[in-house]
């Protein structure tokens, strides 16, 4: 059961660790960059990186799904 749990930790902070070298190469995009300069500069400033990151994610595939 220790053995269980051990694992899914490992793969908790593996998965978050994965998760926040996405987050910033997202966020070194070009087109994250553009996409964040066609918004609102006041909304942007008081968003966290996290939630802006996510939006533009949603936003794109909803784009690609069209």
Same mark, same amino acid.
């Given at each position: 059961? $220790?053995?269980?749990?051990? @694992? %899914?930790?490992?793969?908790?902070?593996?998965? @978050? &660790?994965? /998760?926040?070298?996405? %987050?910033? @190469?997202? $966020?070194?995009?070009?087109?994250?960059?553009? /996409? %964040?300069? *066609? &918004?609102?500069?006041?909304?942007? +400033?008081?968003?966290?990186? +996290?939630? #802006?990151?996510?939006?533009? #994610?949603? *936003?794109? #595939? +909803?784009? #690609?799904?069209?």
């Amino acid at each position: 059961m $220790a053995d269980t749990r051990s @694992a %899914k930790s490992d793969r908790s902070s593996n998965d @978050a &660790h994965i /998760w926040q070298s996405l %987050k910033r @190469a997202i $966020a070194s995009s070009s087109g994250f960059q553009r /996409w %964040k300069a *066609e &918004h609102d500069s006041a909304e942007v +400033e008081s968003t966290s990186l +996290e939630q #802006l990151v996510r939006r533009y #994610l949603r *936003e794109t #595939l +909803e784009t #690609l799904a069209y």
